[in-house]
């Protein structure tokens, strides 16, 4: 196996649990394999992650956005980026991508080593293929409109609550010739789908992916459900170190089928997902999640001792009984204290505020404290995600 032979973080690992490279033949057999976490490999020299005699200053660097406060770097060979992008691209074909489109991509500017300048994307972008604009979501959201309005994009993709945002201070987004949006980085929730695709007039996909591999998963556009890119990772979904069912949900770990600079072998990502049937009814040859719920380090332990995503709670809470509301954002402060910030459109009424209390406290459970925060704005992160959720109790990742 190239990890044992060339990655010294793989060869101690193999070693000290008496495992060989023969003993791995089959998919099934990862599962004798222990899980790495990403601090396994980030508090080791790189040279302990990074392939023997590969230089990493020929290497393309993914910097993770460091949501938890400590952003960690891959590495990949450029022909690898090449390739992995590649699965990225015929997801988007299942939309409609056509060969000329223009895509804006509304996230955070790079900086200058960072940027996806390999070789191979300034040629596309020289030949006019799949042209990619990118506008920094760090903007005020009606630079980040005019922006948009100036590329005329056939394809808007980013930050869901970011595109969401460019619609409410003007109104509805200008068509033009805007086909679809896609979102991915934050959690798409029935609220911002609902926005922007009302906001903007078209079908809003959800793409899942992960610096460590570039695309996980991707909303299928007949069912709903996610088609995995079986032929860029495989994928374990387990709770308790055992794999669920389909139907039951579980912790995401992936072996990236095309990193050898930097191999990544049954690698704990943090996300937590549904799993779905192993084909999509959709005829498409690939295995299915039902739901991407969430990072693990994001849910919230309930005084009676259940561990939910916050959204569970919160979504059912403002569907129906806050159409004043703008933004949210639910914050777990103590064992038994949440609160939940919001922006609003008007300026709702104590009645509406006691309403929206009694029916999350009915969902928490009894032991906690609720309360409610009405705020001018809420922050984004300064990776330009927004979270709408997180628990102070929580300071893994």
Aim: aromatic letters at 8%.
């Amino acid at each position: 196996m190239h990890a044992y032979g060339n990655v010294a973080y793989y060869r101690r690992l193999f070693d000290r649990i008496g495992i060989h490279p023969e003993d791995i033949s089959s998919a099934d057999d990862l599962s004798l394999l222990p899980i790495t976490e990403r601090n396994d490999l980030r508090t080791g020299p790189l040279s302990d992650a990074v392939s023997h005699g590969v230089s990493p200053d020929g290497l393309v660097r993914r910097l993770t956005s460091g949501s938890s406060g400590r952003p960690f770097v891959v590495h990949r060979a450029p022909l690898e980026d090449h390739v992995i992008h590649m699965f990225r691209i015929r997801a988007h074909r299942s939309y409609g991508l056509r060969p000329r489109d223009r895509i804006a991509g509304v996230v955070a500017a790079p900086s200058r080593k960072d940027r996806r300048e390999t070789v191979l994307s300034r040629l596309r972008q020289a030949a006019g293929i799949h042209r990619y604009y990118p506008v920094d979501c760090l903007q005020p959201f009606r630079d980040i409109r005019r922006c948009l309005e100036e590329i005329n994009p056939d394809v808007i993709s980013g930050y869901p609550s970011t595109i969401a945002q460019v619609t409410l201070p003007d109104g509805a987004f200008p068509a033009g010739r805007l086909r679809y949006v896609t979102c991915g980085g934050e959690s798409l929730t029935s609220l911002k789908r609902t926005t922007i695709r009302e906001g903007y007039g078209v079908p809003v996909y959800d793409i899942h992916g992960a610096h460590e591999c570039n695309i996980v998963a991707w909303e299928c556009p007949e069912t709903g459900l996610y088609h995995v890119c079986d032929d860029n990772i495989a994928v374990d979904v387990v709770r308790d170190g055992k794999p669920v069912r389909e139907g039951e949900q579980g912790e995401l770990v992936i072996t990236v089928l095309h990193a050898y600079a930097m191999p990544f072998i049954r690698y704990r990502l943090g996300d937590v997902v549904v799993k779905g049937p192993d084909t999509c009814p959709c005829g498409q040859p690939f295995s299915t999640f039902r739901e991407i719920a969430g990072r693990i380090r994001d849910y919230f332990t309930l005084p009676d001792g259940r561990l939910v995503h916050p959204l569970e709670v919160v979504l059912p809470v403002i569907t129906d009984n806050a159409p004043w509301l703008n933004q949210f954002q639910m914050v777990q402060e103590t064992e038994t204290r949440f609160a939940l910030r919001v922006s609003t459109l008007r300026k709702p009424a104590d009645t509406e505020l006691d309403l929206l209390r009694q029916i999350a406290l009915a969902r928490i459970g009894p032991g906690a404290e609720f309360g409610i925060q009405v705020v001018d704005s809420i922050p984004f992160e300064a990776s330009g995600k927004f979270k709408d959720c997180y628990s102070m109790l929580r300071t893994d990742e």
